[in-house]
């Protein structure tokens, strides 16, 4: 049968196929081949035996968390208690970005600041918009849902930045503490930090302690710099080039003449002086 794993606890995988959940094993050969399942992993499994035979090919993968086959992220990005950070938000659009993940930026605590400063973010936020990112607030509970719709989304962001609020506003009944524990969805307060899939509107939300890894120095310089889409709107003469030198390149230009935003451009140079490994 096929199945997709939505909870993994110690050595014991929980397979739902037709509505129905199955307590399963991987098959010894795993460990031996160093295949590991993660939730969101779509498998071939033996119902009777309860035994999961082959993990099928993954659309995308992450490490920290261990989850697969997301469709999108919601980025709950707060304008202040903790101030917004472009730099950190920046991370997560890369991050997404190279894991081919739909990534969405949810906005809180716009109430909570001064019309001069909600001015100037909004300038900022209209970039970001008009390079392809999709932005909504957190009170547009109905537009969020129709997003949410037969789609596999996960919703991370700073810590305290109004996620599980949010996600007590999307569904009463997943009654989520508020604070810095672990999303519970109805299953009581979690005492250890797990991954799982629940149903929500056709599609499946992910529990998740949240993305515990946003460096960007695994990746290469060409993944970093293909994280920044509007960056194809400017080609360069210069083959292959990496846009961090040269008065000829058509990236710096484009910053120059304020079509690139400096501040995503400074970060994507911050992200390029790290420890980045060359693809072979």
Same mark, same amino acid.
């Given at each position: 049968?096929?199945?997709?794993?939505?909870?993994?606890?110690?050595?014991?995988?929980?397979?739902?196929?037709?509505?129905?959940?199955?307590?399963?094993?991987?098959?010894?050969?795993?460990?031996?081949?160093?295949?590991?399942?993660?939730?969101?992993?779509?498998?071939?499994?033996?119902?009777?035996?309860?035994?999961?035979?082959?993990?099928?090919?993954?659309?995308?993968?992450?490490?920290?968390?261990?989850?697969?086959?997301?469709?999108?992220?919601?980025?709950?990005?707060?304008?202040?208690?903790?101030?917004?950070?472009?730099?950190?938000?920046?991370?997560?659009?890369?991050?997404?970005?190279?894991?081919?993940?739909?990534?969405?930026?949810?906005?809180?605590?716009?109430?909570?600041?001064?019309?001069? #400063?909600?001015?100037?973010?909004?300038?900022?936020?209209?970039?970001?918009?008009?390079?392809?990112?999709?932005?909504?607030?957190?009170?547009?509970?109905?537009?969020?849902?129709?997003?949410?719709?037969?789609?596999?989304?996960?919703?991370?962001?700073?810590?305290?930045?109004?996620?599980?609020?949010?996600?007590?506003?999307?569904?009463?009944?997943?009654?989520?503490?508020?604070? #810095?524990?672990?999303?519970?969805?109805?299953?009581?307060?979690?005492?250890?930090?797990?991954?799982?899939?629940?149903?929500?509107?056709?599609?499946?939300?992910?529990?998740?302690?949240?993305?515990?890894?946003?460096?960007?120095?695994?990746?290469?310089? #060409?993944?970093?710099?293909?994280?920044?889409?509007?960056?194809?709107?400017?080609?360069?003469?210069?083959?292959?080039?990496?846009?961090?030198?040269?008065?000829?390149?058509?990236?710096?230009?484009?910053?120059?003449?304020?079509?690139?935003?400096?501040?995503?451009?400074?970060?994507?140079?911050?992200?390029?002086?790290?420890?980045?490994? #060359?693809?072979?």
């Amino acid at each position: 049968m096929e199945g997709q794993i939505i909870k993994i606890s110690s050595d014991l995988c929980f397979v739902e196929s037709l509505g129905k959940i199955y307590p399963c094993k991987c098959r010894g050969l795993f460990r031996k081949e160093h295949i590991t399942p993660m939730v969101g992993d779509y498998v071939l499994f033996h119902s009777d035996k309860r035994v999961i035979e082959e993990i099928l090919p993954r659309k995308n993968a992450f490490d920290r968390p261990k989850v697969s086959n997301i469709d999108q992220a919601f980025i709950i990005t707060s304008l202040v208690l903790p101030d917004i950070s472009f730099s950190l938000l920046d991370k997560f659009l890369v991050l997404m970005e190279i894991h081919h993940v739909k990534p969405i930026i949810c906005i809180t605590k716009e109430d909570l600041i001064s019309d001069s #400063e909600w001015r100037t973010i909004q300038t900022s936020l209209q970039y970001y918009q008009k390079i392809g990112y999709s932005i909504v607030y957190h009170y547009e509970i109905d537009k969020i849902k129709k997003l949410l719709k037969n789609k596999t989304s996960v919703f991370t962001g700073q810590t305290g930045a109004g996620k599980t609020t949010l996600l007590n506003q999307l569904n009463s009944d997943w009654n989520l503490e508020t604070g #810095e524990v672990s999303m519970a969805l109805g299953r009581g307060k979690h005492t250890t930090r797990t991954v799982e899939l629940f149903p929500f509107l056709g599609g499946k939300v992910i529990d998740t302690p949240g993305f515990s890894s946003l460096e960007v120095s695994s990746y290469s310089k #060409e993944e970093i710099r293909s994280a920044f889409p509007e960056f194809s709107s400017y080609p360069c003469e210069f083959k292959d080039c990496m846009h961090l030198k040269g008065e000829d390149c058509g990236v710096r230009k484009a910053v120059l003449n304020h079509s690139i935003m400096e501040s995503r451009y400074l970060n994507y140079l911050d992200f390029m002086g790290g420890e980045v490994h #060359e693809k072979n």
